[in-house]
């Protein structure tokens, strides 16, 4: 299953031990946090990861892999070095609020980890948009299943395995907004499909 995915080369920031200690100096911790974001994205855009925990542990990946074969981001045995929890708080809270990077699935259950937006939330909603137009099913009722794991219709490898919860929040948070989608819910109050218009 991973074999044929080589293993995601780290910057070399990632093996200079003072990385992993936060620094007094504000300037050189705003430069840390700046090198731990770029970390994190270019990470989660390799692996296709679009959500972690808030201890940085891949929670989901479109690509069909082990997520526990995976290295961790915040630790390098090499070196003998990790992050200590307060310090991933900082950086996850540095990658959320400062540059508008990640956003917690419910900022109430920080439990249940963080979008990571390796790829614009409004370029995620252009893709989906893009593809629904492309093949011709604009204005149809389709199912989030459809949308994120059909084979059938031709799904672009962009959106192709999304984390369901992810496209909820793609089509709410951007397509939603310019009027452009709608949710259609059951009758057991949850989401029975998704129309784009």
Not at 88 to 108: A, M, P, Q
Not at 132 to 150: A, F, H, I, M, N
Not at 184 to 193: A, P, S, Y
């Amino acid at each position: 299953m991973m074999s044929d995915i080589p293993q995601f080369q780290f910057p070399k920031i990632h093996s200079f031990p003072p990385l992993y200690t936060k620094q007094p100096n504000t300037t050189i911790l705003t430069q840390q946090l700046e090198a731990w974001t770029a970390i994190i994205l270019e990470y989660c855009e390799y692996y296709k990861i679009t959500r972690i925990s808030k201890d940085g542990i891949p929670k989901h990946s479109q690509l069909e892999i082990d997520l526990d074969s995976l290295p961790p981001i915040f630790s390098n045995t090499a070196i003998n070095r990790s992050v200590n929890s307060e310090f991933k708080t900082l950086i996850i809270n540095s990658l959320i609020h400062k540059l508008n990077s990640g956003e917690y699935v419910n900022s109430k259950k920080p439990e249940l980890g963080i979008f990571i937006y390796w790829r614009k939330l409004e370029d995620w909603g252009s893709l989906l948009y893009q593809y629904v137009d492309d093949s011709g099913q604009l204005g149809t009722v389709l199912t989030v299943y459809e949308l994120t794991k059909s084979d059938e219709g031709g799904l672009p490898e962009a959106i192709r395995g999304l984390d369901e919860t992810f496209l909820i929040k793609i089509i709410k948070g951007y397509l939603m907004k310019l009027g452009k989608a709608q949710i259609l819910m059951n009758e057991n109050n949850e989401i029975g499909g998704v129309k784009i218009v």
